[in-house]
């Protein structure tokens, strides 16, 4: 049997990537291996994969559906939700026999069918997008409370991922990072809030406008913020992992 079968090569004593040894009861998950190496390789992000025009389309074009419908049936709104969840029912199809990602197109529908239901029930078609902005305050003003107790949001999220838990607290740099990120976050929730809430509350005349503001600010918008997150903590993760991978000094 060679080294690399019996596990006790090169390779089995210090995985690719983790800095763990072999047989180390903290050996990450393979979940956590893979948001270790999102985080810390030398790959790029590239914005063309997540902003391109699939990802706009499966968030955006349901709800565009909807107000170009309802705008031009006389304001009919049992005939524009129907066509609106035709719209997301036919992109998933497309995915699913092309083989694509579903993520969006799963997300989107589900909470088209949400939106679809309580306009139905309050016969007010600017209720379609309600969900969504009441969305945007509850995560908003949980990402706020989060900062403002010190248990950032992000790394939370990020700790659970990657099986660390809450470690990264006693590493203040990339408690920094992770805070950061979180107001980051936190400003796109306000941001949209800030554009779409006054649009909303004028009622069916601002409704395309409202359509509008919702297709740029939510894929789009949430990508980007994705991105800028993992510039912001991708420096600071990585360090820490090189200071959680080094030798005690006490051990020699």
């Known amino acids: ?106 997300a989107g529908f589900l909470g088209l069918g949400i939106a679809a239901y309580l306009a139905n029930r309050t016969g007010r078609a600017e209720d379609v997008f309600l969900p969504g902005l009441l969305i945007n305050v509850a995560y908003g003003t949980a990402g706020l409370i989060s900062v403002v107790v010190r248990w950032p949001l992000i790394g939370l999220f990020v700790g659970f991922a990657t099986g660390q838990g809450t470690s990264w607290r006693r590493d203040p740099a990339l408690t920094k990072a992770f805070t950061l990120a979180t107001l980051l976050w936190v400003s796109m929730f306000a941001a949209r809030l800030a554009v779409q809430a006054p649009l909303y509350f004028a009622g069916e005349d601002q409704l395309g406008w409202l359509a509008g503001a919702r297709l740029v600010m939510s894929w789009p918008l949430f990508l980007l913020v994705a991105y800028v997150s993992w510039l912001i903590i991708r420096p600071a993760y990585h360090a820490h992992n090189a200071r959680q991978a080094a030798p005690d000094p006490v051990d020699g």
């Open 1 to 106: 049997m060679s080294q690399d079968e019996s596990g006790t090569g090169r390779d089995a004593q210090t995985p690719t990537g983790t800095g763990e040894p072999a047989g180390n009861p903290s050996r990450p998950s393979p979940v956590r291996q893979g948001w270790v190496q999102a985080i810390t390789s030398d790959e790029r992000f590239r914005p063309q994969d997540a902003l391109g025009p699939a990802a706009l389309l499966d968030a955006g074009l349901p709800l565009a559906v909807f107000t170009v419908v309802y705008t031009a049936a006389g304001r009919d709104l049992q005939l524009s939700l129907w066509v609106a969840l035709g719209a997301g029912a036919l992109l998933g199809v497309i995915r699913l026999l092309r083989r694509e990602r579903m993520q969006n197109v799963v």
